[in-house]
């Protein structure tokens, strides 16, 4: 039996029909629209290489049926930029070197926005070592991308500020 | 991963009349029924799928005073609630201690409470596992098992109830409502989760159709939030599984415990009430000697496994720790690193 569903990926509507429902989010993604920022880890929900943001939230879309999530918006790490304008996110990991080899950050930077969003952290370090806890970085830049969390969130902050002032 | 049919159910009655066939299961967020279908360790042959049922997705507050919780509440909703977290701040902290913050904001609270084990064995198809396959063993019981339980346990299956939110529910004397074929139904927390006898298959009282609709707090579980507290040991700072977790609630009056709530994670098929520990503790002061009496009451009948007798001298460790942490006060915020006991109440260093 076919399925059809509904989808707004990174600001656009789009249609699919699936012909069997075991599809994720994260291979519909990566093998419908080519869409192959979202890393396919682990596939288990356990490093945090396919971080995307379902309705505004930070989840993990290898455990997501597609199926499920008819109507959803999805944002995902191909939405962020405005042509050649990074979002603050991805100009802070570059500025503080918050990766290695870079599998893991596409997940990191999706991961980082959405915990900004959830407001949870503050500027507290160790917070938002604990808020990031869901994505493995296996070459070890945890110092780096704290800092460029960090500092991202500070810009934001202050660009929210400027714009609410 | 083996294929399946899916189903929309437009109403709760729908639902359970689709997932009371055999080989059907109900899909909420998923994030722990897609890995173990990944796994061919669940091959259900139909998922019902719940997340776009009218009405569960709510926490309000009911006449009576009590705390109504739906089924399809996020883990991180339901967390970050800021009255919840006031009113009952054990099961906040127990909720931010448990998984990562994507799972956290996929997965509901009927999930939560209907994960299955993490026993290695039971997710390696390649093994014996009763409760995966009845009848066919326990490979667990020869093998690496310094983490299963040490309470409750039997020769056909030593595996432990993962949830950290699940503690808390079961000190605090939470209900689950159920809607199932004969209607809607409430049973206490405490009889939810089976232990596993002789048919570790069954992990709960559930019969097939059962849908969990929502858990309720009841009133006087608002009278602990003063001096409550979750804490857990872990292999890593975070994002693990509890190797032993308490969750303390004392209710203070005069100087003197009036009344004490203690479950344990981590040791049983099941979050262990301890009520015995919870006598020990009424209307006495909170001096250590008295909650190491409780901590060895709490522990009573407690007996290895396999290669975990340390986890019963740890868990005793972990409830004096906890009741300690809960007589000096619940924390103005839940610490940086919720339900650690290498935490500061103000922050703590990832090691």
């Known amino acids: 039996m076919n399925h059809s569903i509904s989808l707004t990926v990174n600001g656009a509507r789009r249609d699919f029909v699936l012909d069997d429902p075991r599809v994720t989010l994260l291979d519909l993604l990566r093998e419908r629209l080519h869409l192959t920022g979202t890393k396919k880890g682990c596939d288990r929900g356990q490093c945090g290489a396919c971080t995307i943001l379902v309705d505004g939230k930070r989840i993990n879309s290898c455990l997501a049926l597609a199926i499920s999530h008819d109507g959803a918006d999805i944002l995902t790490i191909e939405g962020l930029a405005r042509g050649d304008q990074l979002h603050p996110v991805q100009a802070a990991f570059i500025a503080h070197d918050g990766f290695q080899c870079g599998f893991c950050t596409p997940g990191q930077i999706m991961s980082a926005i959405g915990m900004i969003k959830e407001a949870q952290a503050g500027d507290d370090p160790e917070r938002i070592r604990e808020c990031m806890s869901g994505n493995l970085c296996r070459c070890g830049a945890y110092a780096g991308i704290v800092d460029a969390v960090r500092d991202a969130q500070g810009q934001m902050d202050e660009s929210n500020q400027r714009r609410s002032a | ?351």
Not at chain 2, 70 to 94: I, K, M, Q, T, W
Not at chain 2, 216 to 242: C, D, I, Q
Not at chain 2, 258 to 274: H, I, M, N, S, T
């Open chain 2, 1 to 351: 991963m083996k294929r399946f049919d899916y189903v929309r159910p437009a109403t709760v009655t729908e639902a359970v009349a689709a997932a009371a066939q055999p080989g059907a299961v109900y899909l909420a967020a998923g994030t722990n029924l897609l890995d173990l279908m990944k796994g061919n360790v669940s091959r259900p042959d139909r998922l019902v799928d719940v997340t776009h049922l009218d009405g569960l997705d709510r926490i309000e507050t009911l006449a009576d005073g009590s705390l109504r919780i739906g089924a399809l509440v996020s883990n991180a909703d339901l967390a970050h609630d800021a009255e919840f977290a006031r009113s009952y701040p054990a099961v906040a902290e127990a909720l931010l201690s448990g998984a990562s913050a994507q799972l956290r904001n996929a997965a509901t609270v009927g999930g939560n409470l209907l994960q299955r084990t993490r026993c290695a064995y039971f997710y390696d198809t390649a093994s014996r596992c009763n409760k995966r396959e009845p009848g066919s063993g326990c490979d667990a019981r020869d093998g690496e098992n310094r983490g299963h339980a040490v309470l409750g346990w039997s020769e056909s299956c030593i595996a432990t109830h993962p949830s950290d939110f699940c503690v808390p529910l079961a000190a605090l004397d939470a209900a689950v409502e159920i809607e199932g074929r004969g209607g809607r139904r409430e049973i206490a927390f405490d009889d939810l989760h089976r232990l596993p006898g002789d048919t570790p298959e069954r992990d709960t009282v559930l019969e097939p159709g059962d849908l969990i609709v929502a858990v309720r707090l009841p009133p006087v579980a608002r009278g602990f939030a003063a001096h409550a507290r979750y804490l857990k040991v872990r292999e890593r700072t975070s994002y693990a599984f509890a190797v032993v977790s308490a969750a303390a609630a004392l209710r203070i009056e005069d100087g003197k415990i009036a009344e004490a709530r203690l479950a344990l994670g981590g040791v049983a098929a099941k979050p262990w009430r301890a009520r015995g520990a919870e006598e020990v503790l009424r209307n006495v002061a909170p001096t250590a000697d008295a909650f190491q009496e409780a901590a060895r009451r709490a522990l009573e009948g407690a007996k290895p496994s396999g290669d975990n007798a340390f986890k019963i001298e740890l868990t005793r460790r972990i409830v004096m720790r906890a009741l300690t942490l809960a007589t000096a006060g619940t924390p103005a915020r839940i610490p940086a690193l919720p339900a650690s006991p290498f935490a500061a109440t103000s922050g703590a260093l990832h090691v």
